[in-house]
Nanobody, 119 residues
Framework: QVQLVESGGGLVQPGGSLRLSCTAS????????MGWYRQAPGKERELVAT?????WNYADSVKGRFTISRDNAKTVYLQMNSLKPEDTAVYYC???????????????WGQGTQVTVSS
C-alpha cells in the first residue's frame, strides 16, 4: 500500500524557518512529480510548490522564501524561510506516482502536517 508520510511541522515565530519532508513508501514503480499544498482554516487547499523532472513551480506568495527539492526518488523537502503568520496552515504532501501492478499514474496525498507561525 502506497503511503506519503510528512514530518517537520511545528510552531515558529515570524521570520523563522522550518523544513518539511515527505517520503513515499510502498511498492512504487515510478514517481512523476511531488509537491506541497496547504490549507488554512476556512480556505481552500492551494498549491505551494511542485517539482516534476527538472522543473519547479511555486505559488507567487512563497517565491523567494520557500524552496522545494528532492534528494532521491521518494523523498521531497520544503525549506521554508522568512515565515509569515499567513503561512499558517496544514501542509500536505502529494505525489503523482505509479504503484506496482497499476497501469496509470495516480495522485496520492499525505495526512498533512501543521505549520503555525505566531509570536
Amino acid at each position: 500500500q502506497v503511503q506519503l508520510v510528512e514530518s517537520g511541522g511545528g510552531l515558529v515565530q515570524p521570520g523563522g524557518s522550518l523544513r518539511l519532508s515527505c517520503t513515499a513508501s510502498g511498492s512504487i514503480l515510478s514517481i512523476a512529480a511531488m509537491g506541497w499544498y496547504r490549507q488554512a482554516p476556512g480556505k481552500e487547499r492551494e498549491l505551494v510548490a511542485t517539482i516534476r523532472g527538472g522543473n519547479w513551480n511555486y505559488a507567487d506568495s512563497v517565491k523567494g522564501r520557500f524552496t522545494i527539492s528532492r534528494d532521491n526518488a521518494k523523498t521531497v523537502y520544503l525549506q521554508m524561510n522568512s515565515l509569515k503568520p499567513e503561512d499558517t496552515a496544514v501542509y500536505y504532501c502529494t505525489a503523482d506516482l505509479r504503484p506496482s501492478g497499476i497501469a496509470n499514474y495516480r495522485a496520492y496525498w499525505g495526512q498533512g502536517t501543521q505549520v503555525t507561525v505566531s509570536s
